[in-house]
């Protein structure tokens, strides 16, 4: 691996900032100063430092994005942004998306190489609600939240009753345990409104950091990560 894609992963800087610190002569490799960014290094055996301190480099990440419009929620595409397109630098091959979110749709969408965590999140057995912010055409009704709260059987699917909180007349938010194509759009719409933005806010114990504008992303907590880690144990149906 590449030097400045290593320090980049390991959270130092951006692949143009970590260059800086290499130029400046404040990076080593077991012990020997370098100022070549391309250095290839074995991120397992080499000793890196910067200013004097180790750095590590974690075998998985796990990253909140805050997801934008018009890009979509794949690992590649020929003709359309991804969401993998968004890191600066790239992620390895082996990163991708938990879960899909429509391309019109913003949100939280968790981003790491845990296969493991990923079908414990997603797995249909497993019970992890996600939590979207609703706006609609139309005026909300509470005819169309009882709809809403209640299970709804279309010809091709059936979905679980939602947990709604209208937030204002045009406003609300829906809890759903399931996640299945279009399916908070087709709710609404099964209940005589329309959808016109949707945005995720939660899935599981992990809630969108409102400080982190649409296309950016952090790492997650140590405590989101294991208290993420135990929603996905969940109950089996």
């Known amino acids: 691996m590449r030097l400045d894609k290593f320090l980049a992963h390991a959270q130092i800087g951006t692949r143009s900032e970590v260059k800086k610190l290499v130029r400046k002569k404040r990076v080593t490799c077991n012990g020997v100063v370098t100022v070549k960014s391309d250095l290839e290094i074995d991120a397992d055996h080499d000793l890196i430092m910067v200013d004097g301190e180790e750095v590590v480099y974690e075998a998985h990440l796990y990253i909140m994005l805050h997801k934008p419009q ?3 929620c794949a690992t590649a595409d020929p003709d359309q942004m991804t969401v993998m397109d968004l890191f600066d630098p790239p992620l390895p091959n082996d990163y991708f998306p938990v879960g899909r979110l429509d391309k019109d749709t913003t949100g939280l969408v968790l981003i790491c190489n845990d296969g493991k965590l990923a079908h414990q999140l997603l797995s249909p057995r497993h019970h992890v609600d996600k939590l979207y912010e609703v706006h609609t ?3 909300i009704t509470s005819s169309q939240v009882a709809m809403l709260s209640a299970d709804i059987q279309l010809k091709d699917v059936c979905y679980r009753g939602a947990k709604v909180e209208v937030r204002d007349t045009h406003c609300m938010w829906m809890r759903i345990a399931e996640g299945k194509f279009h399916q908070v759009k087709r709710m609404v719409a099964h209940c005589g409104n329309q959808v016109v933005s949707l945005k995720r806010l939660a899935m599981g114990s992990l809630t969108l950091d409102e400080t982190l504008a649409e296309g950016e992303y952090r790492l997650l907590t140590d ?7 135990e929603c996905g144990k969940g109950k089996r149906s």
Not at 223 to 229: G, H, I
């Open 223 to 229: 405590e989101e990560l294991a208290q993420l880690r």
């Open 70 to 72: 018009d890009c979509i």
């Open 137 to 139: 055409a139309e005026a």
